[in-house]
């Protein structure tokens, strides 16, 4: 199963970026930080390379010129080893009144990053983790034979291709035993560059008296092992979130090496030992290793797949800017810049596309009441049309926004989005300005104009941020340990929000003879506007890592891997518990949990899957179900029906990503259909957003907004994606503002569309 090869490609030039720099035309964005930014770019020669040139604001600042120099030389001296990109040239450009602007150009590498290929598709086999070892060890020792240190190697600074591991961002290097700082600590938020590094990949002689320490080639071998750690299990041994408590981890705790390989275990830990003598030779260590020789050969089948489909789609490769910009330049341009989905824990379907038809048919048929007879419901829409009708935005701000779901919501005038880096930005929702940013992590729930989320540390304590300005505080001990949980902060409704913990005491005191599923779970519910906890449950040891959970109509549903359960939201008690089918539903093999979704709304609740169960919140009674059992033997074990959207006694749901279905609420019978050729968000993906004119499907391709008219059951307009996207297109709307706003994040950037007064839209 495998990702969207074009997530791995460049993304858009943005209105404000040059059309060439030194003759080499930009085709694309490959990244952007507080330095520079890194385009695509087509040499005179015809040749892709990588360009890197500062802002022009650094060109002016003495200490960041000097950084970039020293990037140059090292990209030089490097270019001629194995697992660095060449370094192709080097110049200034004098683009204005001011000093002329440095650039450099290496060999494009094209392929993800280990960062981006684990957030796809999880945590690596051991075979795969030791070979990708083995080949970074390898690499280290040759750089270190140059009498060089990296210091910052990390899982965004590796390449992946089936050849080698590309090592990249040399800008940090230095001579072994310099503590002279020539980097900052990535997301440090002081203002200046205090540590060279990144905090999660750190070693501790990088943050000794005064910041700094002596680093040499033993630097390099700490952050290798962090780097294997995460590889197998998607997270370094300190965390990750706010610098300062990575840091006091680092200093004061030990590594957390649950889920590495047992046999792996040792090693890891002798690489990430404090005292930097004790840690193993680079040499010594791709010995241990082992591993496959031919580095592809010991990728795991998703990741290979993935760069192979990003290998042909190299050849397509042109110019392409935003909606406010021209492209120029020569070269066909990408005309499938669709988002792409993050695939992560839940895997998209493999060969939906080629089921789609035949499938999402049989699944309709299975829809019909007994008895029924010819097409279902009212003719099937049109395929959107390639043109848009799509009102105008009202404003579009460039955001780099989170690969992994989060918060998207308007809470009271501010939209609160999930930004790279694990932060949340609070835009102003009218204007698009940014209000404020915060380092607190992915994910959470948004309730009572907060957000609220797990965090890496405290870990018994969530954090809750102030919608309105920003503000962050947390809550008192809870009494359950969150850090074990993939999404711990599961559901919210009214001032309430529920989390699921392990036990604390368990956790803490008997982890090593009890496995995490081992371990007992505690449900929690907190009133952030009271802040105080209201109650908690145990729930008992589960071998699911993640919390799927809705709140609505008086109770919090928990969805597990085999049973739907109710706890009344007055105090935590039982309402009801359903089984579910186990016998027809695939299993994740690492987390264990199933590709199901539960939504509460307007009085009902809905699981689906690779079945329909319609239930009353009250007591759990079945309205109507269409069991797992029964949706035949197409793509056995996968879910077919995604999330849920409940609105006017209408259930709204997409199939197999190509056809959404609306059924009566209170019986099995369909309303109307409709059917699109643009790909649909795969099961159990984001439920449709509902508002009184329009349903807006949850998409994943080229088209970042499908606007369904709700009387004619037909396309009314479409709205094109901004560029290659993170994990699909994420919709929300604001009905008090006077022109009813549909906000819109795709790609790297959030958009404002007035749909004009309908009334009180419904969402989900």
């Known amino acids: 199963?495998?990702?969207?090869?074009?997530?791995?490609?460049?993304?858009?030039?943005?209105?404000?970026?040059?059309?060439?720099?030194?003759?080499?035309?930009?085709?694309?964005?490959?990244?952007?930080?507080?330095?520079?930014?890194?385009?695509?770019?087509?040499?005179?020669?015809?040749?892709?390379?990588?360009?890197?040139?500062?802002?022009?604001?650094?060109?002016?600042?003495?200490?960041?010129?000097?950084?970039?120099?020293?990037?140059?030389?090292?990209?030089?001296?490097?270019?001629?080893?194995?697992?660095?990109?060449?370094?192709?040239?080097?110049?200034?450009?004098?683009?204005?009144?001011?000093?002329?602007?440095?650039?450099?150009?290496?060999?494009?590498?094209?392929?993800?990053?280990?960062?981006?290929?684990?957030?796809?598709?999880?945590?690596?086999?051991?075979?795969?983790?030791?070979?990708?070892?083995?080949?970074?060890?390898?690499?280290?020792?040759?750089?270190?034979?140059?009498?060089?240190?990296?210091?910052?190697?990390?899982?965004?600074?590796?390449?992946?291709?089936?050849?080698?591991?590309?090592?990249?961002?040399?800008?940090?290097?230095?001579?072994?035993?310099?503590?002279?700082?020539?980097?900052?600590?990535?997301?440090?938020?002081?203002?200046?560059?205090?540590?060279?590094?990144?905090?999660?990949?750190?070693?501790?002689?990088?943050?000794?008296?005064?910041?700094?320490?002596?680093?040499?080639?033993?630097?390099?071998?700490?952050?290798?092992?962090?780097?294997?750690?995460?590889?197998?299990?998607?997270?370094?041994?300190?965390?990750?979130?706010?610098?300062?408590?990575?840091?006091?981890?680092?200093?004061?705790?030990?590594?957390?090496?649950?889920?590495?390989?047992?046999?792996?275990?040792?090693?890891?830990?002798?690489?990430?030992?404090?005292?930097?003598?004790?840690?193993?030779?680079?040499?010594?260590?791709?010995?241990?290793?082992?591993?496959?020789?031919?580095?592809?050969?010991?990728?795991?089948?998703?990741?290979?797949?993935?760069?192979?489909?990003?290998t042909a789609r190299a050849g397509t490769l042109g110019v392409r800017r935003t909606a406010d910009g021209e492209g120029t330049g020569t070269g066909p341009a990408t005309t499938g810049s669709a988002p792409g989905r993050r695939i992560g824990r839940r895997r998209a379907l493999a060969g939906a596309g080629a089921l789609a038809v035949g499938g999402a048919a049989g699944a309709a048929w299975l829809l019909r009441p007994a008895g029924a007879t010819g097409e279902p419901g009212a003719p099937g829409g049109r395929p959107p049309s390639p043109g848009g009708g799509a009102p105008r935005p009202l404003w579009a701000r460039k955001v780099e926004l989170s690969p992994s779901a989060g918060p998207f919501a308007v809470l009271g005038d501010t939209l609160v989005v999930s930004g790279g880096d694990d932060a949340l930005i609070g835009l102003d929702a009218r204007r698009g300005t940014v209000r404020w940013r915060r380092a607190v992590g992915a994910g959470g729930q948004a309730v009572a104009g907060r957000v609220v989320r797990a965090v890496p540390s405290p870990v018994t304590r969530l954090a809750v941020v102030e919608a309105a300005d920003g503000r962050t505080w947390y809550t008192e001990d809870l009494g359950a340990d969150f850090s074990w949980m993939d999404e711990a902060v599961c559901a919210a409704d009214g001032d309430t929000v529920y989390a699921v913990g392990h036990d604390w005491v368990e956790r803490r005191e008997r982890a090593r003879e009890h496995p995490v599923e081992k371990l007992d779970r505690f449900l929690v519910a907190y009133d952030v506007r009271a802040r105080r906890r209201r109650w908690r449950v145990r729930l008992g040891p589960s071998d699911s890592g993640t919390a799927v959970a809705a709140a609505g109509s008086g109770v919090l549903v928990l969805l597990e891997a085999d049973a739907v359960t109710a706890f009344r939201a007055r105090d935590g008690s039982r309402a009801w518990r359903r089984e579910l089918s186990t016998e027809a539903v695939e299993k994740d093999a690492v987390f264990k949990d199933t590709d199901r979704a539960v939504t509460v709304a307007d009085g009902t609740v809905v699981v689906t899957g690779r079945g329909v169960l319609v239930l009353e919140p009250r007591d759990g009674r079945t309205i109507w179900s269409l069991d797992p059992e029964e949706t035949g033997k197409e793509m056995p074990g996968k879910p077919l029906y995604g999330r849920a959207a409940v609105h006017d006694g209408s259930v709204h749901v997409v199939i197999l990503g190509r056809e959404m279905f609306v059924t009566e609420r209170d019986r099995r019978k369909m309303r109307w259909r409709w059917r699109t050729s643009e790909p649909l968000q795969q099961p159990p993906g984001q439920a449709p957003l509902v508002t009184e004119r329009y349903v807006f499907p949850p998409t994943d391709g080229d088209t970042a907004v499908i606007a369904v008219d709700r009387r004619t059951h037909r396309t009314a307009w479409t709205l094109p994606a901004s560029g290659p996207g993170l994990d699909g297109t994420r919709l929300t709307t604001d009905t008090t503002a006077p022109a009813h706003m549909l906000y819109v994040a795709d790609t790297e950037s959030v958009r404002a569309l007035p749909l004009g007064a309908q009334g009180s839209g419904g969402g989900s």
């Open 1 to 310: 199963m495998t990702g969207d090869a074009r997530a791995y490609l460049p993304g858009p030039l943005l209105a404000g970026d040059p059309e060439n720099i030194a003759g080499h035309v930009l085709l694309g964005r490959l990244g952007a930080g507080g330095n520079g930014t890194v385009y695509l770019a087509r040499t005179p020669g015809g040749r892709l390379v990588a360009l890197k040139s500062p802002h022009p604001a650094r060109a002016e600042d003495p200490s960041a010129s000097a950084r970039f120099r020293r990037e140059t030389e090292a990209v030089r001296a490097l270019g001629a080893l194995p697992c660095f990109p060449e370094a192709v040239a080097a110049g200034t450009e004098e683009d204005g009144p001011g000093p002329p602007r440095p650039w450099l150009a290496t060999a494009f590498v094209l392929g993800p990053s280990l960062a981006a290929a684990v957030r796809a598709h999880g945590p690596w086999p051991e075979e795969a983790v030791r070979t990708l070892g083995r080949h970074l060890a390898t690499a280290l020792a040759t750089l270190h034979g140059t009498g060089l240190v990296h210091r910052d190697v990390k899982p965004s600074n590796i390449l992946l291709t089936p050849a080698a591991p590309q090592i990249i961002d040399v800008g940090v290097a230095a001579l072994a035993g310099d503590t002279g700082d020539t980097g900052g600590v990535e997301g440090a938020g002081t203002g200046r560059n205090d540590h060279p590094g990144t905090p999660a990949y750190m070693a501790p002689e990088q943050t000794g008296p005064g910041g700094l320490g002596e680093v040499g080639p033993a630097t390099d071998v700490f952050a290798l092992g962090a780097v294997v750690t995460y590889a197998a299990t998607g997270r370094p041994p300190y965390g990750e979130g706010d610098p300062g408590e990575v840091l006091y981890r680092l200093a004061h705790e030990q590594p957390e090496l649950a889920g590495v390989p047992e046999a792996l275990r040792p090693l890891v830990a002798a690489c990430l030992a404090r005292d930097p003598a004790r840690r193993p030779a680079p040499e010594a260590l791709a010995e241990r290793l082992g591993g496959a020789a031919w580095f592809g050969g010991g990728l795991p089948a998703p990741v290979l797949a993935d760069l192979q489909a990003s």
